[in-house]
T-cell receptor
Framework: DAKTTQPNSMESNEEEPVHLPCNHSTISGTDYIHWYRQLPSQGPEYVIHGLTSNVNNRMASLAIAEDRKSSTLILHRATLRDAAVYYCILRKSYNTDKLIFGTGTRLQVFP | GAVVSQHPSWVICKSGTSVKIECRSLDFQATTMFWYRQFPKQSLMLMATSNEGSKATYEQGVEKDKFLINHASLTLSTLTVTSAHPEDSSFYIC???????????FGPGTRLLVL
């Protein structure tokens, strides 16, 4: 399985943009890039996913490098509720493939 | 949309008893659900893949006779921890794959404490 590498932790101030990086140098052509986040004592929450093109939704944006070996999750204006562990996960394009969680990035947001 | 529920949200039981945890997809049908376990300050660890109408597929090192999985309908999967022991105390989380892209949506988790 292709692996991802994320920083252990990052910090941000409230209302500032946050860029969470993820390296996946061994990504294959059939791997989608998924991002989840987990707030304390809760199940993970789906954030966004993409294959090649940049993606936007109401929660965040996903910027994917042209060679697909890295990606960045962008929170445009961090709030205190965005403090969580963010996981970048590769998943095959075929249906129902499992998700393998790494250690993720713990994001702290300061008021 | 894409809401997954779990019941109970927490449970305390005595050592040697069995505990059943339910996972339901509330607004979609899921042919595939997944069960994870998470210990404090650790990441999620996949335990098994639950397929509707067939046997679950367990990850290496997970005892299938101890963690019984039943996926009897397209909206319900259950995990039964049999003969629970204190080392089974953990946070159990399920997810369900939602069509059409089979994106996984997670339940809120069940905290199990075995005394």
């Amino acid at each position: 399985d292709a692996k991802t590498t994320q920083p252990n932790s990052m910090e941000s101030n409230e209302e500032e943009p946050v860029h969470l990086p993820c390296n996946h140098s061994t990504i294959s052509g059939t791997d989608y890039i998924h991002w989840y986040r987990q707030l304390p004592s809760q199940g993970p929450e789906y954030v966004i996913h993409g294959l090649t093109s940049n993606v936007n939704n109401r929660m965040a944006s996903l910027a994917i490098a042209e060679d697909r070996k890295s990606s960045t999750l962008i929170l445009h204006r961090a709030t205190l509720r965005d403090a969580a562990v963010y996981y970048c996960i590769l998943r095959k394009s075929y249906n129902t493939d499992k998700l393998i969680f790494g250690t993720g990035t713990r994001l702290q947001v300061f008021p | 949309g894409a809401v997954v529920s779990q019941h109970p949200s927490w449970v305390i039981c005595k050592s040697g008893t069995s505990v059943k945890i339910e996972c339901r997809s509330l607004d979609f049908q899921a042919t595939t659900m997944f069960w994870y376990r998470q210990f404090p300050k650790q990441s999620l660890m996949l335990m098994a893949t639950s397929n509707e109408g067939s046997k679950a597929t367990y990850e290496q090192g997970v005892e299938k006779d101890k963690f019984l999985i039943n996926h009897a309908s397209l909206t319900l999967s259950t995990l039964t921890v049999t003969s629970a022991h204190p080392e089974d105390s953990s946070f159990y989380i399920c997810s369900a794959a939602a069509p059409p892209e089979e994106t996984q949506y997670f339940g809120p988790g069940t905290r199990l404490l075995v005394l």
